[in-house]
């Protein structure tokens, strides 16, 4: 028990900003929409989620002001910390795009957009537990998952927004939807940032 290693602060911080990305986006995919007090309900839940990555974000640029020593470059922490921030702070405005909208009707691509989003998450997390050991080269494995998650919702939009213009024929709808739809995989875009963002760490550590 005398030879265990600590947990490095900065890799504990990292897991845990994966950690509260996962629980929203976890909490955006189960949560039932069937009104607009629904939105107010997960539009205030999702910005307290937000508020919890940003007070995450600023106690590890305190960590880093103040340490002189850091386990990878201390730029890699931040970019990694950012581009996991990002993912939440997307869907948080996705979802306050639902409330301004009054939108309640969620369809069949919205649902697939988000179980990949959500798996894109648990995709983090798991790479955030093999930092922390510094299996760096089997985070690798997760970064092409992520990828393959976003390449996955390439093809939903392109699908989704080709079928709005075919059969939608409210000008309002269309515009609201393909809004939506559009945020949604920017989000998937940011959740591949996080992969390329993984992906020079290990280039440069591994």
Do not use: W
């Not at 869907?91 to 959500?118: G, P």
């Not at 790479?127 to 390439?154: G, H, P, T, W």
């Amino acid at each position: 028990m005398f030879n265990r290693k600590k947990s490095d602060p900065f890799f504990d911080i990292l897991g845990r900003i994966a950690e509260n990305v996962q629980v929203a986006m976890h909490y955006a995919n189960d949560f039932r929409i069937t009104s607009v007090e629904d939105l107010q309900e997960i539009s205030t839940q999702m910005k307290k989620y937000e508020t919890d990555g940003d007070k995450l974000i600023h106690e590890l640029i305190v960590m880093l002001n103040k340490s002189f020593m850091t386990p990878i470059e201390r730029e890699d922490i931040l970019a990694l910390a950012n581009s996991m921030d990002d993912v939440l702070d997307g869907m948080e405005e996705c979802i306050a795009h639902f409330d301004m909208f009054s939108l309640i009707e969620i369809d069949e691509s919205m649902n697939r957009f988000i179980s990949y989003i959500v798996k894109s998450a648990d995709e983090i997390v798991l790479a955030m537990e093999k930092l922390k050991v510094k299996k760096l080269v089997e985070m690798r494995d997760n970064a092409i998952l992520i990828k393959d998650y976003e390449s996955k919702c390439d093809e939903v939009l392109r699908t989704s927004i080709k079928q709005l213009f075919l059969h939608e024929k409210d000008p309002i709808r269309i515009i609201k939807f393909k809004d939506i739809y559009e945020q949604l995989e920017d989000i998937a875009d940011d959740c591949q940032n996080v992969a390329n963002t993984m992906e020079t760490i290990i280039m440069r550590n591994a």
